[in-house]
């Protein structure tokens, strides 16, 4: 089969895996290889796809000839698609030539189960070795452990990869056994902790003796989809929480649900994916990982599931007015950080450039402060950035407008199916 | 006793810039316009040639760093933006910084800072975007590519290529600015130069462009499809330099009509 059949089939293959990061890994040119890894610290985006999302490695699987029945995926054993798999050389050579050329910061590998999980790493590793050791490739690989591989093969794919990840995909055992019944819980979760034990090992190797071997240096990652089987964001949310914890993941991906197969089990094939909810649970993350929230203070057994009309942190300052209003020139960071419309950045120049003055509500629109939402929740020298003190309804009615003004049709779309 | 109003014009490097803020002190002169070049722009105002010289500029950049280590690099940032009239948002800058001193620094939202610090954010905004979307092509061993910013980015992008193509020899030509970025072996130049156009690529280089194109293509969901979003992150100005967006002579069979054909189900 062509080089250019074999492309179009396996990336049409690997497109709903979302990760799409290229950072974590700081290595400089060296002497012989080609290329480097991203130095900053959100990776490179190369490009942008037809349906927006980033775009930074040539994500692939090695092969898209299951022998799973995984019935939510496109690749299943039993599915009528056309097939095909990648010689190692020849994915080597065509990730070199895309690197080359400025398309991609690297290759993200990924695999159907050809025969066995252990069968599969083996030709993963093949392909990486002669990327690494023939071509000198020194960019930056993103390697899918397949779930039950042996200990043995996840290390040596370790040595190779920059970031290693295992896809839970299903967030509860019982939708693990009646969808993929090919995956349990315990083969997934075993190379998690083999790879977060050899991380940590790793790196306190490097501690003492500076050549010593790397094992995926930009840490470990996963993915997780949304709307295909009934968990609630709760669930999910206090399921990221945990792997974060637990696993030390540098992230956790959600993937909402395309629907490409008809089952009774699984969602209807005209369900539309649901994007508003995965993008509140990434809103969710990024609150947990960057703003010190707990997974407990955005939902609980009251509140199940986000309310997709509100961002989770506007849904939290309205739930808790006693927090509130935040005195601009002398909250902590803690505090600012949870005043809706104030950013990392945003908090970060007010902690600088109320050294010198009191800051009012002008100043915060300069440093980037989103006062349409903001401007409820704080005060500049006592007095409130807002002209009118509205009522919690009031208050309410104007957060969900400017939400619905920032919402991409896409996702307002399914904001009307709540209206 | 009030300074005399002038007009400066000064050669367009940043050295020549500090020098004007060199003469305006020396000379108690202020000036009301900082020009770059000839300009037959008729005006009230005297117009003064300032001289590039090392020992001018170089002492107001003491005066800079004695003040606070970060100003001269912001400074020379801001001189690569396309902030109209940046050298006069640069010269009352400093002239305020002189007044002040080092808390002024602090003062984020001032009116003579915060435009200088946005053009300066827009500056490394489209040299973060630049830095993915420029695409080369291997014109027989020497990789070139072409683009058309805003601002002057060649400067800050010739680090982060000359570690990526360490050992590669290449080209980044600027069409606004009118000059290319020149690295072989381990040495890089940024050179005028007036225009430019790039040679037919060849076969291999074709067939790079097809699969990159294919691939561009296949990965996107169709159920998501977001060109506003699109449009968000990757601004359609940058499209005419890159690949996957462009045309080349031959007629490709796209990915639909590909995946339409009755494929027998084969594998390696």
Known sequence: MELLEKLTILADAAKYDAACTSSGAKRGHRDGMIGCTSSSVVGCCHTFSADGRCVTLLKVLLSNDCSYECKYCVNRRSNDTPRATFEPRELAELTIGFYRRNYIEGLFLSSAVLASPDRTTELMIAALRILREDYRFNGYIHAKAIPGTSPELVTQLGLLADRLSVNIELPSEAALRSLAPNKTKRAILAPMQQIRDEVIESKAELVKYRSAPRFAPAGQATQLIVGASGESDRHILNLTESLYARYRLKRVFYSAYVPVVENTLLPSLDTKPPLLREHRLYQADWLLRFYGFRADELLDENQPNFDPRLDPKCCWALRHPEFFPVEVNRADYEALLRVPGMGVISARRILVARRTGPLHTDDLRKLGVVMKRAQYFLTCCGQAAVPLRLSYAGVLSSLLAVERESLNPAQGEQLSLFA | ?268
């Open chain 2, 1 to 268: 006793m009030k300074w005399r109003d002038v007009i400066y014009q000064y050669d367009g490097s940043f050295d020549g810039l500090l020098c004007c803020i060199f003469e305006s002190y020396t000379q108690k002169e202020n000036p009301t316009a900082i020009v770059c070049g000839e300009d037959s722009e008729w005006s009230l105002f005297e117009t003064r040639v300032i001289v590039t010289e090392g020992a001018h500029a170089e002492r107001v950049g003491r005066s800079l760093r004695k003040i606070s280590r970060d100003v001269l690099p912001l400074l020379r940032r801001v001189h690569l933006t396309c902030l109209p009239d940046k050298e006069l948002a640069i010269y009352r800058f400093v002239a305020k910084l002189y007044r002040e001193g080092a808390p002024y620094l602090t003062r984020l939202s001032d009116d003579a800072y915060q435009p200088l610090l946005r053009a300066a954010h827009h500056l490394s905004s489209e040299v973060e975007l630049l830095r993915g979307f420029i695409r080369f092509s291997d014109y027989g061993g020497v990789l070139g590519a072409e683009i058309s910013p805003k601002n002057r980015v060649l400067p800050l992008l010739r680090g982060h290529f000359a570690e990526r193509c360490h050992d590669e020899a290449f080209f980044i030509y600027d069409h606004t600015h009118h000059e290319a970025l020149l690295y072989a072996a381990g040495r890089s130049h940024i050179v005028p130069l007036d225009d430019f156009e790039a040679a037919p690529p060849g076969a291999e280089e074709l067939a790079y462009r097809q699969l990159w194109r294919r691939f561009y293509d296949t990965i996107a969901i169709r159920e998501r499809e977001n060109p506003k979003l699109r449009i968000n992150h990757m601004p359609k100005r940058y499209w005419k330099h890159m690949t996957e967006f462009q045309i080349d002579g031959s007629t490709l069979p796209s990915a639909q009509q590909i995946s339409a054909q009755n494929m027998p189900s084969s594998t390696v």
